[in-house]
């Protein structure tokens, strides 16, 4: 029985994303992970690039001209957040959006568009 109310309320918590009613917990984590933070422009950034493709650490560093410990270290809070996902190991980690955010992108991109009125959001498929 336990099973299959975690069952239920996992469905229920990702239709009612689907269907526009947004969970605060999402809002709010979204605002302290990007906007509330020092490294948040970074975060957001990198976000925007993995939105486009998987990468791995060096690859986002040369593409954000951000040095690569920084990478690593904004990489690590988005992991600790469920934000970011990764496949492989060491150097040839690659890292993609979790589906935590995949589902709740919408407030990701309402969050990056007030924050950074002039950024517009990049389409994905």
């Given at each position: 029985?336990?099973?299959?109310?975690?069952?239920?309320?996992?469905?229920?918590?990702?239709?009612?994303?689907?269907?526009?009613?947004e969970?605060?917990?999402?809002?709010?984590?979204?605002?302290?992970?990007?906007?509330?933070?020092?490294?948040?422009?970074?975060?957001?950034?990198?976000i925007f690039?993995l939105?486009?493709?998987?990468?791995?650490?060096?690859?986002?560093?040369?593409e954000?001209?951000?040095?690569?410990?920084?990478?690593?270290?904004?990489?690590?809070?988005?992991?600790?957040?469920?934000?970011?996902?990764?496949?492989?190991?060491?150097?040839?980690?690659v890292?993609?959006?979790?589906?935590?955010?995949?589902?709740n992108?919408?407030?990701?991109?309402?969050?990056?568009?007030?924050?950074?009125p002039?950024?517009?959001?990049?389409?994905?498929?």
């Open positions: 029985m336990p099973t299959q109310y975690n069952e239920l309320s996992h469905s229920t918590l990702r239709d009612s994303d689907q269907r526009g009613t969970l605060p917990y999402a809002k709010n984590l979204l605002w302290m992970v990007f906007a509330n933070s020092r490294g948040g422009q970074n975060r957001t950034r990198i690039s939105k486009e493709s998987p990468l791995n650490a060096h690859q986002l560093a040369k954000l001209r951000l040095n690569y410990r920084a990478i690593q270290h904004h990489i690590g809070v988005l992991e600790k957040n469920n934000l970011v996902s990764h496949v492989g190991e060491k150097y040839g980690t890292y993609f959006l979790s589906t935590f955010l995949e589902v992108i919408v407030i990701f991109d309402e969050l990056a568009a007030s924050l950074h002039g950024r517009k959001p990049r389409r994905t498929s």
